[in-house]
Each structure stands twice: as C-alpha cells, then as structure tokens.
C-alpha cells in the first residue's frame, strides 16, 4: 500500500527584485495566455475567421476572467472585509481569485464582444471558446496544487497528500502535532477539466458539434465541469469560516450553490441543442 504523499513544494519560483514569480501564476497565464489562444487561433483558421475577431476576443477574455474572478471571490466569499478594505480588491497578486465569478466574467465579456464585434448571438462564441477552457482550467488547478491550498479534508487514502506550508496547518509542528493527509482534490478537478477539454476537442473537430448545433459544446463544458465541482466540493475544505455554518445549516457550502446553476444551465443548453439542430454549408475542405 502506498503511504501519503508529502507535497513540500515551494510555490515561488524565483524571486525578482524582492517579487516572486509563482507556478501558479506561470500556469495561469499558460493556459489563459498561450495554449488556450493557440487553440483557439487553430478554430478560427477551421472556419475562416476574421483575424481581427480573433483579436477582440483575447483582451475580451483575459479582462473578464481576472476581473469576474476577482470579484466573484470578493463578493461571494469576503464582501465585509472588502468593503471594510476597498483599496484590497485590487491586490490580485495576494490572491483570491473565485472560478464561479471567473466564469461569470468570462460570459458577460462575450456577450459584449458578440453585440460590439462579431454581431453573432452571445452562444456562437461561448461554443468556440468552450473548447480550450476546460486546459486553462486544469492548469489552473495545478496551480492551486503548487500553493498548498483548496485542498480536500483529512483522509486515509493512500494517494493523500500531506501539505505542510499549507496556512492552515500554521504552528502544527511546532505545537508537536502531525500534519494530517488530505484529498488533492486540485488533481481530482484537473484530471476532470482534462476529460472536459478532451470531450469539447472531440465535440468540435470530429462531430463539428459547433456548427452543427447551438450552445451543445458550451452545455456539455457547463455540466461536466461544475456537475463534477459539486461533487468535488463535499470533500473540500471551506474556503471560509462562515461557511462551515453553512453547511451544518443547508448541507452545502458556497462553492456548490454557486455551482448549481451552472449545471441546470448545462443541462438545458444540451437539451435545447439536440432539440434544434443547426444546418450548417460544409467547409471548404481545400482552404480549411
């Protein structure tokens, strides 16, 4: 049987004029700034694409998903401090960064880069975009894996992990205690995005799911990766205090409520694709 895994890990990289370069925001931008638009940019080439809509999307994308997710942890999960400490909302580099508020962010920037740019409906583009974010999400997970943090709850698995930077295990060893071994559920939700991003690459470049059908590849982003965050969550820790009187009170914490509509949300847009299926020219395969 294996034991636990001790993850010591150091999250900075390398330390820049008294500023560290952390893996979590390297893989951060990897999969925001770099994979996700290279796979991207390979769709629009597909479809014969206007460069310049290309163009809009990535500062369309990249602003709403910083500020979505900034203020979704903001405003869901610490809205007194915030308030109490307005300048702090913009120290993005001390973390707090929500994904439920990301993807929120992420759908209002596309609905006002469908109306001011491509003049499509606001599905169109989440279809295309759904297709690499299940990658950038899994990077990010990683990420949260490098800091020691968004960890599950003590278990006897034997692929547990031990995190002994985690802040929540402050002054354990010097009070005598062990550090116990807890779920890595960073690895569990990026081992799912992954299987998300492969079904989405599946949906798109074998069955041409996005031309063929309205909101089908954004339905099916939607269901399997939060469908899978509300399971997820049962086993995590609490991001914050109030939250463990959630769930004594409701049996939920935030992070699953706030998942909820995004599943009912999935669910519907699979139903409502297969029920009025698109019929699409063929692409030319010669310039494709």
């Known amino acids: 049987m294996l034991s636990a895994i001790t993850w010591d890990v150091d999250p900075?990289?390398?330390?820049?004029?008294?500023?560290?370069?952390?893996?979590?925001?390297?893989?951060?931008?990897?999969?925001?700034?770099?994979?996700?638009?290279?796979?991207?940019?390979?769709?629009?080439?597909?479809?014969?694409?206007?460069?310049?809509?290309?163009?809009?999307?990535?500062?369309?994308?990249?602003?709403?998903?910083?500020?979505?997710?900034?203020?979704?942890h903001v405003l869901f999960y610490n809205p007194s401090y915030y308030l109490a400490h307005p300048g702090d909302i913009l120290k993005v580099w001390e973390g707090g960064l929500a994904s439920h508020g990301g993807t929120i962010g992420i759908i209002l920037a596309v609905w006002i880069y469908s109306r001011r740019v491509t003049k499509k409906s606001i599905l169109w583009t989440l279809d295309r975009l759904a297709v690499p974010t299940g990658l950038a999400a899994a990077l990010i997970r990683m990420g949260n894996l490098m800091n020691s943090e968004i960890f599950g709850r003590p278990t006897d698995a034997p692929w547990g992990f031990i995190f002994p930077r985690a802040s929540e295990f402050a002054g354990y060893a010097?009070?005598?205690?062990?550090?116990?071994?807890?779920?890595?559920?960073?690895?569990?939700?990026?081992l799912a995005y992954l299987l998300v991003f492969a079904l989405c690459m599946?949906?798109?470049?074998?069955?041409?799911?996005?031309?063929?059908?309205?909101?089908?590849?954004?339905?099916?982003?939607?269901?399997?990766?939060?469908?899978?965050?509300?399971?997820?969550?049962?086993?995590?820790n609490v991001q914050e205090a109030w939250e463990v009187n959630m769930v004594a009170s409701y049996g939920i914490n935030m992070g699953q409520l706030l998942s909820i509509p995004f599943v009912v949300a999935g669910i519907a847009l699979i139903i409502y694709a297969y029920r009025h299926p698109l019929s699409p020219e063929p692409l030319d395969k010669k310039k494709s």
């Open 202 to 236: 599946y949906l798109y470049w074998v069955r041409d799911a996005a031309r063929r059908y309205s909101g089908l590849i954004l339905g099916y982003f939607l269901t399997g990766v939060f469908g899978f965050r509300f399971f997820v969550e049962s086993i995590k």
């Open 12 to 72: 900075v990289i390398i330390d820049i004029f008294g500023r560290g370069i952390r893996w979590y925001g390297l893989l951060f931008a990897l999969g925001l700034l770099i994979l996700g638009p290279m796979i991207e940019e390979r769709i629009w080439k597909r479809e014969r694409l206007p460069e310049e809509w290309m163009n809009s999307l990535y500062i369309y994308v990249v602003l709403g998903t910083v500020i979505g997710a900034r203020l979704g």
């Open 174 to 190: 010097e009070r005598g205690m062990a550090i116990p071994a807890c779920h890595p559920t960073q690895i569990y939700e990026a």
